[in-house]
């Protein structure tokens, strides 16, 4: 059996310089996914067009949209590239070049030229889940993601505050505190 190798890490993007290649249908979706996690994220979309959907989305979150065809003058100070043109060729100069920088980067629909995943997210307050198939099926993420809303009760939220609250209270060692916080959370299962 195949393993997904892929390790899970939350990125503070309100930190990070993200820019987006294209600004088509895929660049919505990319653009839509990760304001919908990261609403004050720092976006730029560079594209010869964009689609009427994206400059409305643009224009209510802090995305700044540059008219124009791709360079690698773009990828200067950003931390994260997501390619989504309809130009293969484009696609694969953008990944070259943000190698060549250090620069993460993830080519829609393209899993060998990606050096992250964007899966499936589940968000309830200060709990969040995310979900990988390992690029080989985003649809099933989807459904996973679905599912996972449906089961998590809203107020998981108000459980992580409490548990929060809790464990600023135990005293002793480190040890300690794990034994009674898994003490108390062993219940949910």
């Known amino acids: 059996m195949e393993q997904n190798e892929l390790y899970p890490i939350f990125l503070k993007v309100t930190q990070l310089q993200v820019l987006i290649i294209g600004g088509g249908n895929v660049g919505l979706e990319k653009l839509t996914f990760l304001l919908k996690s990261s609403p004050n994220a720092h976006v730029t979309v560079v594209s010869l067009t964009f689609l009427p959907e994206l400059v409305a989305l643009a224009k209510s979150h802090k995305v700044h949209l540059v008219e124009d065809s791709y360079n690698d003058s773009f990828l200067m100070g950003k931390h994260m590239v997501i390619a989504t043109t309809d130009k293969i060729d484009v696609n694969i100069q953008v990944y070259k070049d943000c190698k060549d920088r250090n620069i993460l980067i993830n080519v829609a629909d393209n899993p060998p030229y990606c050096d992250f995943y964007m899966g499936?997210?589940?968000?309830?307050?200060?709990?969040?889940?995310?979900?990988s198939t390992n690029g080989k099926s985003p649809t099933l993420a989807k459904r996973l993601r679905q599912?996972?809303?449906e089961v998590i009760p809203n107020d998981i939220d108000d459980l992580a505050k409490n548990l929060n609250k809790f464990r600023k209270t135990?005293?002793?060692?480190f040890s300690n505190k794990v034994a009674e916080m898994n003490k108390l959370t062993e219940k949910l299962l």
Not at 120 to 131: E, H, L, Q, S, Y
Not at 170 to 173: H, M, N, Q, T
């Open 120 to 131: 499936g997210i589940v968000t309830k307050g200060n709990i969040k889940i995310a979900i």
């Open 147 to 149: 599912f996972f809303e």
């Open 170 to 173: 135990i005293k002793g060692d």
